[in-house]
């Protein structure tokens, strides 16, 4: 089942492999560090909107972004 919390890790995942920082995404998606920072540690309920804009400046697929094996992966 997904989660806010599963998705909140998958995001934080992406966003350290591509090596952009908290500061850079949540500029890009034109909202404060700290707002970024609370929908990376899940305190923030996302809107589909708001997630499809995280994967285009995460530069992923929300499909892929989104498959459970993925998060899973990330919760253990």
Do not use: C, P, W
């Amino acid at each position: 089942m997904l989660t806010e919390k599963l998705i909140a890790n998958r995001i934080r995942a992406v966003r350290e492999e591509k090596n952009y920082t908290q500061f850079y995404v949540a500029y890009k998606l034109k909202v404060s560090q700290n707002t970024f920072s609370k929908i990376e540690l899940g305190n923030v309920k996302l809107t589909l909107a708001r997630l499809i804009e995280i994967a285009k400046v995460l530069e992923v697929d929300l499909v892929d972004f989104l498959k459970e094996e993925h998060l899973y992966i990330i919760a253990r």
